[in-house]
T-cell receptor
Framework: DTGVSQDPRHKITKRGQNVTFRCDPI?????LYWYRQTLGQGPEFLTY????????KSRLLSDRFSAERPKGSFSTLEIQRTEQGDSAMYLC???????????FGPGTRLTVT | GQSLEQPSEVTAVEGAIVQINCTYQ??????LSWYQQHDGGAPTFLSY??LDGLEETGRFSSFLSRSDSYGYLLLQELQMKDSASYFC???????????WGAGTKLIIKP
């Protein structure tokens, strides 16, 4: 068990570019969550996967954001036409079916210039 | 709407006891969690309360009163390494996605 990993750890991009982040959850964790956190705030829920199915998506999530979890293993989060307001830490968490504890990855820090 | 309220900052002395309160207003409630986050780090799980009462795990305890929409995290025998931000979070739906407070920065002085 190597924990949740995320790649890249840091991403700097220019406004208008597309970016994609990857999350590798703990193996056999079938629940996967994406959150976004800005400085001085708590994480904000973005979307949830149960195995490969995306079951919930925040109403606040712009249609520029899309996420996938093919084969129920790793997940990707894509942001199209990035804006400066997208600058944040993007966190991925996983948990087994019966777990209360969410295991977080180290996050991807996105800076949009 | 939904909101979680917790103090923005708490200061305590090494070896002391500190309580961080959290009140919540959410459309659904399955449980209250507490997470610790050091600067630059990822949140790490501390505790989860689904039912009223006190849960104890080592130096940390967590309490929940569902009728009062209130909970707290109690940290005993504070150590310098406990300096971090502490977040309360509500599991609002059956998918257990978390709704988070803004966090309490705990400053510990020697």
């Amino acid at each position: 068990d190597t924990g949740v990993s995320q790649d890249p750890r840091h991403k700097i991009t220019k406004r208008g570019q597309n970016v994609t982040f990857r999350c590798d959850p703990i193996s056999e964790h079938n629940r996967l969550y994406w959150y976004r956190q800005t400085l001085g705030q708590g994480p904000e829920f973005l979307t949830y996967f149960q195995n490969e199915a995306q079951l919930e998506k925040s109403r606040l999530l712009s249609d520029r954001f899309s996420a996938e979890r093919p084969k129920g293993s790793f997940s990707t989060l894509e942001i199209q036409r990035t804006e400066q307001g997208d600058s944040a830490m993007y966190l991925c968490a996983s948990t087994p079916w019966t777990g209360d504890e969410q295991y977080f990855g180290p996050g991807t820090r996105l800076t949009v210039t | 709407g939904q909101s979680l309220e917790q103090p923005s900052e708490v200061t305590a002395v090494e070896g002391a006891i500190v309580q961080i309160n959290c009140t919540y207003q959410t459309s659904g409630f399955y449980g209250l969690s507490w997470y610790q986050q050091h600067d630059g780090g990822a949140p790490t799980f501390l505790s989860y309360n689904a039912l009223d009462g006190l849960e104890e795990t080592g130096r940390f305890s967590s309490f929940l009163s569902r009728s009062d929409s209130y909970g707290y995290l109690l940290l005993q025998e504070l150590q310098m390494k406990d300096s971090a931000s502490y977040f309360c979070a509500v599991s609002e739906g059956s998918n257990y996605q978390l709704i988070w407070g803004a966090g309490t920065k705990l400053i510990i002085k020697p």
